[in-house]
């Protein structure tokens, strides 16, 4: 049985979008998305309705989430489908000198992860790493120098994961 995933972080909400970005909703549709991760940054706990009325909901906090986020979903998890482990961090707090993929990774060193998706940085990336996919959907609402805005989606097929950036210009919903 194939699961997808639909995967976003940094959304800032409500202070740089109030609503999820049409494209990511269509996106999330067209890819009939089984459940929504969220990788931190989601700033206001007055927005998780919005991301749990597109699926279940799977998010951790990031730097900017406070207490009652932090409390609510943790700062960091491991979400198992089936013989698919895959690890779920913000990405923040990394070493002087490390890139946010490496300290992503680093978290899940000594666990069994296919997967470790994770946010912060606000770049996309989608790389696979010692047979681990490393994954940043980018962010759905605040680009910042990118070129376009973002979101994932990750296909889990047994132990099989697969990850896919897609991206748009306009972020109205």
Same mark, same amino acid.
């Given at each position: 049985?194939? /699961?997808? !995933?639909?995967?976003?972080?940094?959304? *800032?909400?409500?202070?740089?979008? $109030?609503? !999820?970005?049409?494209?990511?909703?269509?996106? @999330?549709? =067209? *890819?009939?998305?089984?459940?929504?991760?969220?990788?931190?940054?989601?700033?206001?706990?007055?927005?998780? #309705?919005?991301?749990?009325?597109?699926?279940?909901?799977?998010?951790?906090?990031?730097?900017?989430?406070?207490?009652?986020?932090?409390?609510?979903?943790?700062? =960091?998890?491991?979400?198992?489908?089936? #013989?698919?482990?895959?690890?779920?961090?913000?990405?923040?707090?990394? $070493?002087?000198?490390? $890139?946010? #993929?490496? *300290?992503?990774?680093?978290? @899940?060193?000594?666990?069994?992860?296919?997967?470790? !998706?994770?946010?912060?940085?606000?770049?996309?990336?989608? =790389? !696979?790493?010692?047979?681990?996919? /490393? @994954?940043?959907?980018?962010?759905?609402?605040?680009?910042? /120098?990118?070129?376009?805005?973002?979101?994932?989606?990750?296909?889990?097929?047994?132990?099989?994961?697969?990850?896919? /950036? *897609?991206?748009?210009?306009? $972020?109205?919903?």
């Amino acid at each position: 049985m194939t /699961l997808t !995933l639909g995967v976003i972080s940094d959304t *800032h909400m409500p202070r740089m979008a $109030k609503a !999820l970005p049409r494209a990511v909703l269509d996106g @999330f549709k =067209k *890819h009939r998305i089984d459940v929504l991760v969220h990788c931190g940054d989601i700033v206001s706990p007055a927005v998780i #309705p919005i991301f749990e009325a597109v699926a279940p909901l799977a998010a951790v906090a990031g730097n900017n989430d406070g207490p009652q986020l932090v409390e609510r979903f943790g700062r =960091k998890k491991i979400l198992q489908f089936g #013989p698919a482990r895959i690890g779920v961090v913000h990405g923040d707090g990394a $070493k002087s000198g490390w $890139k946010t #993929p490496d *300290h992503a990774m680093q978290q @899940f060193a000594k666990d069994d992860v296919k997967a470790v !998706l994770f946010g912060h940085s606000h770049i996309p990336y989608c =790389k !696979l790493r010692d047979g681990v996919l /490393l @994954f940043n959907p980018g962010s759905p609402t605040d680009k910042r /120098l990118n070129p376009r805005y973002s979101y994932g989606i990750v296909t889990i097929d047994g132990a099989a994961v697969e990850g896919a /950036l *897609h991206y748009f210009w306009d $972020k109205s919903p």
